[in-house]
């Protein structure tokens, strides 16, 4: 998903407090290192966050922090561009009762919405101090100006990304790509299908990847991932296809044939009915979007 274009800063609060973040569709993180509060996502119920606790949001929806007893409600527009310095909540004077470290991020990848669909809403991590260490680092990073800074910092946004996943509860977790890989006769057939796209996949085949008999395979495969198995074939092989296309610098055959399609004709049918458009348009398309 390539994430990058780091920001991040520390944010404290006092006595009691509440602010209401809009909105935001990018991936927001946030790491407790002192206190306790409430966060309540929307539509879901609220959550209690204690210092060593570690949240992430793919996608960053509505979503209200505040002390257990809430102030009166403050609404951030979180698309506005804030401080550099640590944001304080409530009470201004004397110390704060809470503090955090919070940042976001963006994914690069062109089809990162289809991966992102795929992950859980939230992630709440409690008692994970390598994420903890891990949040002190960027924040550091974030403050320095020196050779390599940007490269660090989104070193430090990739492992952090992958060990939130890694820790990421998912056996209560609605159906996903974390769902799936967590299964391990469907992560078997995931890991097969992702090393190897060129070949003439098959549920039949899948299946005995898995060790399953095609029915079990094709039911629990569905309601781990939230697809059908072909379904995923195709929205893995059309992610890939769009990277290659967006770096321009294979031929419309050879993308083909990278992604598992017998011919430049059969890959165009299928990624026009898939993304609304022939490949050679969206290629052509790829630095307009870019200088958007």
């Known amino acids: 998903m390539r994430p990058q274009a780091v920001f ?12 209401e973040y809009s909105d935001f569709g990018r991936p927001a993180f946030a790491a407790m290192t002192m206190g306790i509060c409430r966060l309540t996502v929307a539509g879901q119920d609220p959550v209690t966050i204690k210092a060593g606790d570690f949240v ?38 004397g110390p704060p009762d809470m503090r955090q470290f919070g940042g976001w991020f963006d994914f690069a990848a062109p ?8 992950l859980p809403q939230m992630i709440h991590l409690r008692g994970m101090p390598r994420l903890a260490q891990l949040v002190q ?13 940007d490269l660090i910092l989104v070193r430090l946004v990739e492992i952090l990304l992958i060990e939130a996943l890694r820790a990421a509860p998912t056996e209560t977790a609605a159906p996903g ?3 799936g890989l967590a299964d391990q006769r469907i992560s078997a057939a995931l890991r097969s299908l992702h090393c190897d796209i060129t070949r003439a996949w098959t549920v039949p085949d899948l299946a005995e990847a898995a060790g399953m008999s095609r029915s079990a395979f ?4 569905s309601r781990m991932v939230g697809s059908r198995p072909m379904e995923y074939l195709t929205i893995w092989r ?9 770096r321009g610098s294979l031929a419309l055959d050879e993308v083909a044939e990278r992604v598992g399609y017998s011919s430049a004709s059969t890959f165009s049918t299928a990624f026009r009915r898939h993304t609304g458009e022939p490949p050679g348009r969206y290629m052509r398309a790829v630095p307009t979007r870019a200088g958007a």
């Open 238 to 246: 059309m992610s890939v296809a769009r990277d290659l296309l967006r």
């Open 56 to 93: 992430l949001m793919p996608t960053t929806p509505r979503f209200t922090m505040s002390s257990l007893d809430p102030g009166p409600l403050r609404r951030i527009d979180a698309r506005t561009v804030p401080p550099k310095h640590e944001v304080r909540h409530g009470r201004q004077e």
């Open 137 to 149: 680092m960027l924040g550091e990073e974030a403050a320095r100006d020196e050779a390599g800074h």
């Open 111 to 118: 089809d990162a919405d289809l991966l992102v669909a795929l």
């Open 8 to 19: 991040s800063k520390g944010i404290s609060a006092a006595g009691e407090w509440a602010v």
């Open 177 to 179: 790509l974390m769902r």
């Open 218 to 221: 094709f039911e629990r495969f």
